[in-house]
C-alpha cells in the first residue's frame, strides 16, 4: 500500500462521526507510528489517512444517493481500515460483508439490506488505489436509521441474512469495554487473524487501530502456521482467535514453539470446549481467554483469569454490561438479557421486539455458576425425539468428555419414518482410533437412552466457518443415507 508524496499534510477531521473524530485525533498525534505490520510492510495513520482521502474521492466520483448504504468486501489489512474510514467520512452506513462468503451469499445480504454499491478488494494490502473497486450493485436501498453508521451482518433461525444497525457512538462504547476488560495496553499489538468484517474482528482490531492506535500483525497468508509466524516476526501480544484454528493447533503431530510475545489468547465465535482449554494449557503452559459476545450486542462477558472454559462457563460480564436471565426456571436457567451502550439500535430489514431501547434477549439459555456465566443450550434448537426434548448442548458436553474426541455437535436427524426424529452426532477424532460402538456404549452411560444419539458420524474436523461457527451445511453433507440406528466415518 503506497504512501502519498505530499509534505504538506493534514488529516482530515470527519466532523459527522466519532469514529472518524477518534481516528484524526490519532493521526494528528501519532502520524508515522505503525497501525498495521506485516510482511508486506509498514502501515502508518498518516498513510492511512491519504488512502482514505482518496478512496473518498473515488466512490465521491460515482455520485452515490447521499447516505445510502455502502457495502465493504476487503480482506483484512490496510484497504480494510482505510476503506472504512472514507465511507464514514462521506456519511454512507457501512455494510460489513466477509468478501471470503461465496457471491452468491454476498449477493443476498447485499439485496436484503440494500447496499446499493460496494466498496471490494481481493488484496487488503493492494499496492495501487485502483485495486479498490467501487461498484453499484443494483439494489434497491431500504430505510434504515439515520444515526447507523456500521450495519453487521447476523442470521436468524431460517439463515436468512440481516442486519445490525449500530451507531459510531455504540461501537466505541463496546470497544472502551473490551479494552479496558480485556486489559490491552498502549504496548500491545494485536494478531489479525480472525475477519475484520466479524463482529469480533471489527471491534477489537480494526477499532483498537483506529481509535486507540494499536498495531495490527497481519499473517502473510491464510496458511496454519502463518498466524504463528507472524506474532513471532512482529513481536504480537494479543491474539484473539477462535476455538477451530486452536484445535487445528492442537491436532499437528509437531506443534509449532509459542512466541514468546503473546502474553494473552482470546476465543470467542464459538464455545471452546474442556479438552482443548485443557490441552492448550498442557501443551503451552498458558491459558485461554473466553470472550462471549454478539453482533447485536458486542461484548457480553469475559474470562479474565483465564480458567472459565476449563470450568464450562463463558466468564463474567463485561465492563459497564449488565447481564440478567430472562424467566428463569426453579434450576437458574433463563435466556441470557444484555443491557449496555453498545446495544445495536435495530435489525434490518425489519425490527424485533427482542433488540430495541439498548436491551438484547439472546437465544441462548444459561445459569450462573459461582459468578460466572454458564451457557446451556439454545432456545431454538431443541431436538424433539418421539415427544421428549433433548438439548443438543448436554449431548456434546458428554461426547467431548470422552477420551479421543475432540469436538463435537448434535443436531437432529431423519429416523425411519417420516414423523421419526433421532439424534446425530458429528464426532470429530483426529487419531481416527474411536468407533460407533465406543462412542455409543459411553453415551448409554451417561445419558437417558431417548438422548443417545442413534447416528453417529466420525469426522476428522468438525467443519467450521471463518467465523469459528459450526458450517452446517457442510456438516449436514456429511451424513449418511439411511434409516435407524447409524454408525458412520467421514
Sequence with gaps: MPAGTSTNWTPVEGRDDAICRAFHRLAHRRADEPLIVGARGRVTARDIDRWASAIAARIGDARLPERST???????????????????????PVLLVDHAAPLADRGRAVSTLGAVAMVSATDGWPGAIDAVSIDATGAAAIEVPPSTAVIKLTSGSTGMPRGVAMTAEQLL????????TMGFTERDRLLAMVPMSHSYGFT???????????????PADAGPLSPIEAARLFAATIVPTVPAYIQALLRLSTPPAWPTSVRRVITAGAVLHVAPAVAFRRRYGRPIHVFY???????????????????GTVGTPVDGVSVTLADADAHGEGLVTVQSPAVGLTYLPAAEARLANGQFQTSDIATWREGALALQRR?????????????PGEVESV???????????????????PDDTIVRAFVACRTRHLDYQQVWRWCQR????HKVPRSIVIVEAIPRNARGKVDR???AGLAPAGDGDQRHHA
Design 70 to 92: 455502502v457495502a465493504l468486501a476487503v480482506p483484512n489489512g490496510p484497504a480494510f481500515l482505510a476503506g472504512l474510514v472514507a465511507l464514514r467520512r462521506l456519511g454512507h
Design 173 to 180: 462504547a463496546d470497544e472502551a469495554a473490551l479494552a479496558s
Design 204 to 218: 477489537t482490531l480494526v477499532l483498537s487501530a483506529l481509535v486507540r492506535g494499536l498495531p495490527l500483525v497481519v
Design 293 to 311: 459476545g454478539s453482533s447485536e450486542c458486542g461484548g457480553i462477558c469475559y474470562d479474565r483469569e483465564g480458567d472459565a472454559a476449563e470450568r
Design 379 to 391: 432456545a431454538d434448537g431443541v431436538i424433539n425425539v418421539r415427544g421428549r426434548k433433548v438439548d
Design 399 to 417: 461426547l467431548t468428555r470422552l477420551e479421543g474426541v475432540d469436538d463435537a455437535v448434535v443436531m437432529a436427524g431423519d429416523g425411519r419414518g
Design 446 to 449: 451417561h445419558l437417558a437412552d
Design 473 to 475: 451445511v457442510a456438516l
